[in-house]
């Protein structure tokens, strides 16, 4: 009577023990950074200087675009980054990646419950008397054995759930880092792009130059034969426009190895790749301010910061796995089938059945205790890895800007001089027709154009550089349609919001 009252209990102790679930309960830790006031401030610093000018003429406090590089208005560039996010081969490891930790969660999720086994075996032995109290030695004889069996696991203290939380977690994080790998697909593309433009483009400014250094040098020689002129100035001439000509070579280079770029991350031959990229002879470069949003919406956006408050959020879903070691086992079974000999299975002798509770509890639970405080160790090196991904998002960011910014500044300021040293030359070369200049002034005056020029054009490609890498920094591009993407990181999300509100 007392067993049967016991189990009847069991449900009710059962209940009880499932509303327990071992463990902290995750949350984004106070302490975090993202929770600081330094998380929610202002990507665009003001001040009184030229360069706080500069920065807020560089860049605005407008949310960033889902599609930034359809800022350019480059339907070759769109193209190109919708192909690379299609086959581009990083992306298929991190898709790979993100399968197995979908099965890896699955078979985490599998854990507990239901199980059943079935058996059945049949063998020619001889048995042993003694195990049954008998003294005579026991026929040689055909023994079987077939049975099912059916068990129920309670997850009583939650340490299953726990794992399903930290493998959901890690699913996540994963998820997390395919959008990093999109990103990082998406600016390369736009940065190999941008170089074989540029190339082209300086290639241009070189090419129009020598031609200019060409009918300098043919002015010269004509000055020469007329008497007006010497063979130092035939001599000058000829060897600034070799100068100009040598750089020919590396604008090929650059736009050959920018091919290649391009071709690896299209997975395509550099020969099949499309004619628009050859026909961009120009930098691409926004001309409004950059929409760069504030600290808070970085942080909610950029997938490294989603991805290693993830690795928080499993880390400390695995202090409560570890702590289930300390705890028993339940599960509840019930198993009937015949055992006997050979010919007999299946009569009332051999028939056998039996159901019941099965707990196990291991004593002593040796290493349980240094495995819970590597767990809590382990969690309190993903909150600081998750402190240090912020502090490198935040500074990441802010430094990208101020180069832009002293970029940007530097290529308005090389704008100035170049519309001066076209003046200074057409003027000088009017005035040597004229014959109120020298041929050597004329000379300086095209090398100084020459020159400004070729700093003007590598200016713009770094400006244009500039803004992709900013893009980069700010973590825009991962929300690509029909991508698959699940709602971001809720935890970041909130506390981001909690930073700004404070």
């Known amino acids: 009577m007392k067993l049967h009252r016991a189990l009847w209990a069991l449900p009710s102790l059962f209940c009880v023990a499932a509303c327990t679930t071992i463990g902290p309960d995750y949350h984004v830790p106070d ?3 993202v929770k600081q006031p330094l998380a929610a401030r202002a990507l665009i610093e003001q001040d009184d200087g030229a360069a706080g000018k500069t920065l807020g003429e560089a860049a605005s406090a ?57 058996s059945a075996t049949i063998n020619r032995a001889q048995e042993s008397a003694e195990q049954y109290l008998m003294t005579e030695k026991l026929p040689v004889g055909y023994v079987g054995d077939a049975g099912l069996s059916v068990s129920y696991q309670f997850d009583l203290f939650g340490t299953l759930r726990r ?95 920018a091919r290649y770029q391009l071709a690896a991350l299209l997975v395509r031959s550099p020969d099949a790749l499309p004619a628009s990229i050859a026909a961009c002879r120009r930098t691409p470069r926004i001309l409004t301010p950059l929409p760069v949003g504030d600290g808070a919406a970085l942080l909610r956006r950029r997938p490294d910061v989603r991805e290693a408050e993830r690795r928080l959020a499993g ?86 800007l101020a180069t832009y910014a002293g ?17 200074s030359s057409d003027e000088t070369h009017r005035f040597f027709l004229a014959g109120r200049e020298s041929f050597l002034a004329d000379l300086d005056a095209a090398r100084t154009l020459t020159n400004v020029n070729a700093q003007v054009a590598g200016a713009e490609a770094k400006v244009a550089q500039d803004q992709v890498d900013v893009f980069l920094a700010l973590g825009g591009g991962w929300q690509v349609e029909g991508a698959g993407i699940a709602d971001p990181a809720a935890g970041v999300a909130r506390a981001a919001s909690g930073a700004s509100g404070s």
């Open 315 to 400: 880390a400390t879903a695995r202090i409560g796995v570890a702590l289930g070691e300390l705890y028993p086992n339940v599960s509840f079974g019930a198993s009937a089938g015949v055992t006997g000999i050979g010919g007999d299975l299946g009569t009332v002798p051999t028939q056998r059945w039996g159901f019941g509770p099965l707990i196990s509890w291991t004593f002593p639970a040796n290493g349980v205790r240094g495995r819970i405080r590597a767990a809590h160790a382990g969690a309190d090196i993903a909150l600081a890895q998750f402190d240090g991904v912020v502090l490198n998002a935040l500074r990441e960011t802010q430094s990208r």
């Open 163 to 257: 794992g399903v939380e930290a493998s959901a977690a890690d699913l996540d994080a994963v998820r997390a880092a395919v959008d990093t790998a999109r990103i990082t697909v998406v600016a390369n593309v736009v940065r190999a792009y941008f170089e074989s433009c540029s190339a082209a483009e300086e290639e241009d400014i070189a090419n129009h130059s020598l031609a200019l250094q060409n009918r300098s040098v043919d002015l010269a020689r004509r000055l020469r034969s007329a008497g007006r002129g010497a063979q130092p100035n035939v001599t000058r001439s000829v060897t600034q426009a070799q100068s100009v000509r040598a750089d020919l070579p590396r604008f090929a280079a650059q736009r050959r190895v």
């Open 407 to 423: 970029d940007l500044g530097r290529l308005d300021a090389l704008y100035d001089v170049q519309r001066s040293a076209e003046q």
């Open 62 to 118: 407008a949310a960033v675009p889902d599609y930034w590089w359809r800022l350019y208005d480059d339907p070759a560039l769109d193209a190109l980054v919708n192909e690379a996010l299609k086959s581009n081969n990083d992306l298929r490891v991190a898709t790979a990646n993100l399968a197995r930790a979908n099965a890896i969660l699955g078979v985490a999720e599998a854990q507990g419950g239901f199980s059943a086994n079935a």
């Open 31 to 33: 302490t975090a950074l």
